[in-house]
């Protein structure tokens, strides 16, 4: 934690301010005739149903109400939004609780303060011709991944927990081709593709897939999409406008839980090229994952067991070469309701 959170962070007169929010709600800066403040959020890919609760919140004037005026921009490929991040390009990054992980252990100084989906959006999935109907029908199979170093942890931990050996298992690397690799029969089983995009994709093409997922096969449950920030932007302003975004971000997540028609109107207006009843059904799929299976957490919360939990399976794996201290990286204090002392005793990990 930078010198200068900790002294702001400390001083009454930041206690007090944020006191005076009630820990609950940020009072919007765009009132009182300011204009909102700018405040840009790089996704993670091409906008789609998984952001359909952003773009419900853009849609509603919850960020504008926050006093943001907040961008939903598409990255320019797959990797880049941790390191514009980094660079400063954006207030906010949505990235794969894995990939800030990783960039941490590179030195990077970034925190997570939520989670956009809940749980791995990550499965094991093969077609019916395939003959895969559980873990131990791929033994003497072909798993296609996109050769990312944790994947292949991912399959030799789901493999292992089933007491299939893995070098009976060739693993292909087929980049992001996953689904055409599976169609063309080069692969039997991929490990990669999203249960709630890919898989209903491929039912509604009826192809009737078979759907594994990770969290009940041996990985320890963790937020697939999550909210990332730069340690340094977190001083007074900085924070305000996080907490003021992430509660219009549940406001969104909200209307979309109520009509998924809320949030996929203004996700076709930002990408026309998608296909309305695909995004549809797969923002239906996916509302129950988007929040807390504990109703009483807010909108974004993550459980500090799992993430300790997931981060020590990465140490196992030889994929971290430092174990962070517990619950360094990621904090809650940002989000509707929750207090300011458990986020500063978090952030000065």
């Known amino acids: 934690m930078t010198r200068r959170l900790l002294a702001l962070l400390s001083t009454a007169a930041v206690l007090a301010a944020l006191a005076g929010c009630g820990e609950k709600e940020e009072p919007a800066t765009g009132s009182g005739g300011r204009p909102p403040e700018p405040f840009r959020?790089?996704?993670?890919?091409?906008?789609?149903?998984?952001?359909?609760?952003?773009?419900?919140a853009d849609g509603r004037g919850d960020y504008r109400e926050a006093g943001l005026d907040v961008t939903l921009q598409a990255p320019p490929d797959p990797?880049?939004?941790?390191?514009?991040?980094?660079?400063?390009?954006a207030d906010v990054a949505i990235s794969y609780t894995p990939e800030v992980l990783l960039a941490r252990d590179r030195g990077?100084?970034?925190?997570?303060?939520?989670?956009?989906?809940?749980?791995?959006?990550?499965?094991v999935m093969a077609l019916p011709a395939s003959g895969v109907r559980s873990v131990a029908d791929l033994a003497g199979k072909r798993v296609g991944t996109a050769g990312i170093p944790y994947q292949s942890a991912y399959l030799r931990t789901i493999?292992?927990?089933?007491?299939?050996?893995?070098?009976?298992?060739?693993?292909?690397?087929?980049?992001?081709?996953?689904?055409?690799?599976?169609?063309s029969r080069r692969v039997d089983a991929t490990l990669g593709s999203f249960w709630n995009y890919?898989?209903?994709?491929?039912?509604?093409?009826?192809?009737?897939?078979?759907?594994?997922?990770?969290e009940r096969l041996g990985i320890p449950t963790y937020a697939e999409l999550v909210f990332v920030v730069r340690r340094e932007s977190l001083d007074q302003l900085g924070a305000s406008r996080v907490r003021r975004f992430l509660q219009a971000a549940a406001r969104g997540h909200a209307a979309l839980r109520e009509s998924p028609a809320s949030g996929v109107d203004p996700l076709l207006e930002a990408n026309p090229d998608l296909d309305r009843g695909l995004q549809t059904a797969v923002v239906e799929q996916t509302v129950p994952v988007f929040f807390p299976a504990d109703d009483e957490r807010p909108f974004g919360f993550i459980e500090?067991?799992?993430?300790?939990?997931?981060?020590l399976w990465m140490v196992d794996q030889?994929?971290?070469?430092?174990?962070?201290?517990?619950g360094a990286g990621m904090t809650n204090e940002f989000l509707p309701g929750e207090g300011l002392q458990e986020g500063v005793q978090e952030l000065q990990r």
Do not use: C, K
Request: hydrophobic residues 45%.
């Open 198 to 214: 890919e898989g209903v994709d491929l039912r509604r093409r009826g192809r009737d897939p078979v759907i594994l997922r990770m």
């Open 79 to 89: 990797s880049a939004p941790l390191r514009l991040l980094e660079a400063g390009r």
């Open 304 to 311: 500090p067991d799992d993430w300790d939990a997931y981060v």
């Open 41 to 56: 959020v790089l996704l993670d890919y091409f906008p789609n149903a998984d952001h359909a609760g952003l773009f419900a």
């Open 318 to 326: 030889g994929l971290l070469e430092e174990r962070p201290e517990r």
């Open 159 to 183: 493999l292992e927990d089933a007491g299939v050996d893995p070098g009976s298992v060739r693993e292909t690397n087929v980049g992001f081709g996953l689904t055409p690799a599976m169609l």
């Open 108 to 123: 990077a100084d970034l925190v997570v303060v939520g989670a956009l989906v809940q749980v791995p959006l990550t499965s």
